[in-house]
Structures are given as structure tokens and as C-alpha cells.
């Protein structure tokens, strides 16, 4: 990218202006990943200071039984399969409540779609969990899974979502989004959720008065226009409802064999490794720039590790998701050294040497604690950035 055009961007950035797709693919297309990361944090500056957001989370995957077999995922399974797993209510209630002592604050539920479990089931699922835990936010269900719902109940995404409400739902969860753009979403998803769906059932949460986050997969079949048009779908969904709380870039998990079996459940394997920490972080900075419209964006640390996760601070995330605890969605791929839990004094830590103020959140972006920031020589004395 030539000096002309960074001057350009950076005044575009500075004004407020608005970037376009052309901006986008540019900004994808810089090698100078350091100019890109700056400009990115000033946006994250302006916008949410020099805080690092968190929440104390746990994640309940009910069923991983699923009738899509989408190329990317190593969590499903089919009926009668080794390893697929149905918990009963009770059994996702007693798990639930041996969380109670961790102080947590949200309950991440995602589940598989299910080809015979009845309505039902989610709705009392959610009003006994709201029972048994009853000061914790419920964050459950992917535009996908509300889809599913819609055709083994016969109602509409309306009816279901107010009975999801009455029941202690929260918040929608993200998932299902991938790659909207269809020429890789063909490839990789294997049901009938795409972007005429998932984002009418998000306008209708939020219309509703939920607010919910957008995610990307990326680092896959996808080229960068195709990330670029996805942010710009989102943004423009943004720009009419404004329930969007967060952007959620997701780094795809490559090539896992089940150790069990000897099955290849991630069929994926167009790349022989995963997205580099330097696209990752390319990826935070140009979705921070583009996505102008959306108050925070998260680094989630359980798919990028936690150095990544840490230098994605300085690159446009605000948000280091939560502790979580055997999350099965990629760690039924291969974690990669990262492990599946982080204890709210770990996030502490890692928030304050990355240089950064911790701020403990709620789910609807409440601020529950405040914490001390680095110290005084941290912050003076800021450590060089390695990639």
C-alpha cells in the first residue's frame, strides 16, 4: 500500500467517515501490519478507552447429536454414534448448579439440531436452569438452532422467541454465521440457516429487545473480500437495528481426527495450517475499521490462545470473552496448547501485561467490577510486540 493511500485511510479513520468495501479489501491487502494495528487501537481507544472487558462464563452443551454434517465442525454427531450424548434436563440442571460456587455470571448454551427431541425440551430446559441459577444471564441458542425450532414446532421464530423470553433467555448467541457469502458457504455449511434467516431471526431478537453478538469464521476456503462483505452485511444490519453488542471474529480449527476413532470429524482441511497470528490479528484490525457501528469487539481466547489473544487487544478487540470451562465446540478439535480454562485472577493477569485495565461485565454489557490497571513501569515501559 503506498504512502498516499495510508494518508487517505488515516483521515477517513480520524473523521469518521465511513470505509468502504474498497477500503476493506485494501486494508486486507497491507503488509504493514503495525500501521494497520495502530490505526485499529485508536479506533478501540476511542471507543472503549484503555479498558479490556470479561465475564465469568460457562458453556452447556446439552445434545452434540446433530442432522447437519457442516465441513468445519468436530462437535456433532449422529443418533446412535459413539460419543453422541442427550442430557436430560435434571442432568443439565445438577451440572449447572455445581458451577454455582465459581461467581459466575452467563450460561452459554449451544446445542446440536437435534432430530428428535421435542420443542419443549429448550423452553423447560431454560425456565429450570433460570430456577436453579436465577442471578445468571442465559445466553443460549444460534440463529441456526431457532431456525431448527421453528420446523419441529411449527411456530414461528416470534412465538418461539417470546416463549424462549418467558422461559429466562437473555441473549441469542452468535453462531451459525460463518461465511455468509455463498460461494464458500456452499461448501462448508450444511443446513438451511443462511444469511436471509439468521438475520431475520436477529432483527426479530432484536426487535424484541434482546441484544445479541455477530461472529465470523475465518481462515478457511474464504479470501478477504469474502470477510470484508460479511462485516458489511452485519454493519448494514447494524446501521437498522442496532442490537448488535459485539463483533466475534472465530479462527477455524484445522484438520482433527478423533484419537476414539480414527474419524475425520473436521473435513475442512483446505489449508494445511490454521490462519497465522499475523492474519489473525489483520483480521481484528481491518473488522474493528469496518465495523464502525458496533460497540465492542471480542477476542475470543479458547480459538486464538492467549498470547494471540492478548496482542488482538492492540489490534482492535476490547473484549477477552470469559473463563469458560470445557468448551466442546473446538476443543472437540484440537486446542492447540490452549487450555479450556482461565480463572477470573488469570484474566486479571493477562489483561493488566497485555496493558490494559480490567473492566467484569454481564452479559448486556453492564460493568459489575472495576479493577486496578498495570502499573505504573508497565504502562511507561510497554513490552515490544511480538507476532
Not at 160 to 173: K, V
Not at 292 to 302: G, I, R, S, Y
Request: glycine share 6%; proline share 4%; with cysteine.
Amino acid at each position: 500500500m503506498d504512502v498516499g493511500l495510508k494518508r487517505e485511510l488515516e483521515e477517513k479513520v480520524r473523521a469518521g467517515e465511513r470505509l468502504t468495501r474498497e477500503d476493506g479489501i485494501a486494508l486486507y491487502e497491507s503488509d504493514d501490519l503495525a500501521w494497520l494495528g495502530g490505526l485499529a487501537h485508536e479506533v478501540r481507544t476511542r471507543k472503549n478507552g484503555d479498558v479490556v472487558h470479561f465475564n465469568v462464563n460457562r458453556h452447556l452443551n446439552m445434545t452434540n447429536v446433530c442432522t447437519a454434517s457442516c465441513a468445519y465442525c468436530s462437535f456433532q454427531r449422529k443418533p446412535g454414534e459413539k460419543d453422541a450424548y442427550t442430557m436430560r434436563i435434571e442432568e443439565a440442571v445438577r451440572l449447572a448448579k455445581a458451577m454455582e460456587n465459581e461467581n459466575l455470571t452467563e450460561l452459554h448454551i449451544v446445542n446440536g439440531l437435534h432430530p428428535n427431541l421435542p420443542w419443549r425440551y429448550y423452553p423447560r430446559s431454560l425456565s429450570e436452569l433460570k430456577k436453579a441459577l436465577p442471578n445468571v444471564s442465559l445466553k443460549a441458542f444460534t440463529a441456526t438452532e431457532i431456525h431448527h425450532f421453528e420446523t419441529i414446532s411449527g411456530l414461528s421464530a416470534s412465538e418461539i422467541l417470546d416463549e424462549l423470553i418467558e422461559a429466562g433467555l437473555e441473549s441469542l448467541t452468535g453462531g451459525g454465521a460463518e461465511i455468509f457469502d455463498w460461494e464458500v458457504r456452499q461448501h462448508i455449511v450444511d443446513h438451511r440457516t443462511h444469511w436471509e434467516d439468521w438475520s431475520r431471526i436477529h432483527r426479530l431478537a432484536h426487535s424484541k429487545g434482546l441484544k445479541t453478538p455477530s461472529t465470523m469464521l475465518y481462515g478457511h476456503i474464504e479470501e478477504p473480500r469474502h470477510r470484508v462483505d460479511h462485516v458489511l452485511r452485519l454493519r448494514e444490519l447494524q446501521d437498522e437495528t442496532g442490537g448488535f453488542q459485539v463483533f466475534i471474529p472465530l479462527r477455524y480449527q484445522h484438520d482433527f481426527v478423533d484419537m476414539k476413532d480414527g474419524k475425520v470429524r473436521n473435513r475442512l482441511q483446505a489449508r494445511t495450517q490454521m490462519a497465522t497470528g499475523a492474519e489473525a490479528l489483520k483480521t481484528f484490525a481491518v473488522s474493528r475499521l469496518l465495523f464502525d457501528n458496533v460497540p465492542h469487539v471480542k477476542v475470543f481466547w479458547v480459538m486464538h490462545g492467549v498470547q494471540t489473544a492478548q496482542l488482538a487487544l492492540q489490534h482492535g478487540a476490547d473484549d477477552m470473552d470469559g473463563s469458560v470451562v470445557e468448551y466442546k465446540i473446538t476443543h472437540d478439535a484440537d486446542n492447540y496448547g490452549t487450555p479450556n480454562k482461565l480463572t477470573r485472577e488469570d484474566l486479571l493477569d493477562l489483561i493488566r501485561d497485555a496493558g490494559f485495565r480490567p473492566v467484569e461485565r454481564n452479559t448486556r454489557y453492564e460493568v459489575l467490577r472495576e479493577y486496578e490497571g498495570p502499573d505504573r513501569a508497565l504502562r511507561e515501559s510497554p513490552q515490544p510486540m511480538r507476532v
